[in-house]
């Protein structure tokens, strides 16, 4: 199917040419003689390009283009004048013309800026059928009353420019929350900027929001931007923001409040433009109390607050998750796709998934590789899901102490591994321990 161009002008002798010209070029040709009987035709042929001449009588070219862009915003035009000059131009673009032509005509010009508009539209195109994509592919999944409830709350708060600050335990998915509120967001164009800012020592932690001069940083041969500045016209999500030192905190109130900043050892003001959501998986108000978040940074940030439930208080959700789960296993592992027996499936529904919902993940995953067979049954699941009481009864039975402590370490650590999404560091200071300590339990077979 060819493309098709409806020609707009008041002159016959152009639109003649120009139907000839682009019928022999291989296009459907539709024309207009003025404005009004243009945005007839385009509502009921739906051409793929308009050109549009700026000078008609009645409705000129500037006064049709705004109505084509008020209701067919993704439609290119190319506006085409006798009488070009700056100020048209500019305003022209303003308004949404793809491109400028000046007559006399130039065949060769017209094929070549109509070719370019209907590629750029077909980029446009694809870009939006994968951003949608993408939002249905990371979608907030499941139906129960807290989710249809978050899912409102995203779809109110998403295309605004209110900062966020999305509340919950680990693994219940505020990341995915983040995400979705930026995809559905007037920002979707421009990039979303993850900072995870447990994982960044103090030491660099300016560095990395706020970029370096070159050899201003210790190792640095050259000039780095920073989170926020990579962020600018977009979205920076600040994730576990309660485990920002109080001395960072400050450094980012500042940045927020005043919209711009200084990378490390330059002198010049970089301002910014960006939207906020930050994530916590603290109780911030009891870390204000005890003096380790700052209070007017926790009422900058908490403009909007979003509460993710965790899995156990949305256990109608466990089975619609879990058959995702197995679908994407499948395609990644190119197996038959497994199924769970009700038996099973009852079992999960009622375990109370302190990992949450990345815990349930890593185990589908897991039992997805490990059962042979096509339907995993209630053995097939670890015995602390099917019958935690027993699991915690083998404990009992190890006759030595020390045993009995290293099987219960390697136990706990597992499942905050899960919880953490197997980060060994961050999991490390979670639990008040040296990272190394769990390296050793995991190489020691002990997990």
Known sequence: MFPSILIVDDEPSIVQSLSGLLSDEGFEVITASNGYEALKTIDTESPDLVLLD?????IDGIETLKEIKKNHAALPVIIITGH????TAVKATKLGAYDLIEKPLNIDKVIVAINNALNFRRLEEENRYLRKKTIERHSISGNSPPVQALKQ????????????????ENGTGKELVARTIHQLSPRAESPLIDVNCAAIPESLIESELFGHEKGSV???STKKRGKFELANTGTIFLDEIGDMSINTQAKILRVLDEK?????GGGRDLTMDVRVIAATNKDLEEEIANGRFREDLYYRLNVVPIEVVPLRERADDIPVLADIFLAEAATSNREKRKAIAPDAMAVLAKYSWPGNVRELKNLIERLAIMVENDVIRRHDLPAQLSDPKAAAGELFSIENLESARRAFEA???SKKLAANDNNVAKTARAIGVKAAYIKSLLTSGEK
């Open 153 to 168: 709350q995203i779809a109110t708060v998403a295309p605004t420019e209110s900062w966020v600050l999305i509340k919950g």
């Open 84 to 87: 070009g000059n700056v100020e």
């Open 411 to 413: 136990e706990y650590v």
């Open 218 to 220: 210790p190792g640095s």
């Open 54 to 58: 700026i000078w008609m009588p009645g």
């Open 260 to 264: 711009k900043f200084q990378r490390v």
